[in-house]
């Protein structure tokens, strides 16, 4: 079972842009379809967007033109490219490897959008 590691989230201006990153464990990365999710206070866990082995992507409609999902699988790592941040972006956000009913997930890390 692979293991994620989160990392990239920070405190950022409304309009402004961030990187996260999902560093796999193991090279068997590339077989799962990697995810991001996301937590905001007081909300339940929602997806934000999904690559498959092959590379197709899927995104929440909030999130659409403003974010894009990529991975590397050479480099055991994903990535959420979030331009364009707003206030509801606020949230913990988390990456999911899945692979058939095998599941991983990070830590988290802690994105703020605020003035």
């Known amino acids: 079972q692979v293991q994620l590691v989160e990392s990239g989230g920070d405190l950022v201006q409304p309009g402004g842009s961030l990187r996260l990153s999902c560093a796999a464990s193991?090279?068997?990365?590339?077989?799962?379809?990697i995810s991001w999710y996301r937590q905001a206070p007081g909300k339940q866990r929602e997806f934000v967007a999904s690559?498959?082995?092959?590379?197709?992507?899927n995104y929440v409609e909030s999130v659409k033109g403003r974010f894009t999902i990529s991975r590397d699988n050479a480099k055991l790592t994903a990535w959420l490219q979030m331009n364009s941040l707003k206030l509801e972006d606020t949230a913990v956000y988390y990456c999911?490897?899945?692979?058939?009913?095998?599941?991983?997930w990070g830590q988290g890390t802690q994105v703020t959008v605020s003035s």
């Open positions: 193991r090279s068997s990365f590339s077989f799962y379809m």
């Open positions: 690559i498959t082995r092959g590379g197709n992507t």
């Open positions: 999911k490897a899945e692979l058939g009913s095998i599941e991983s």
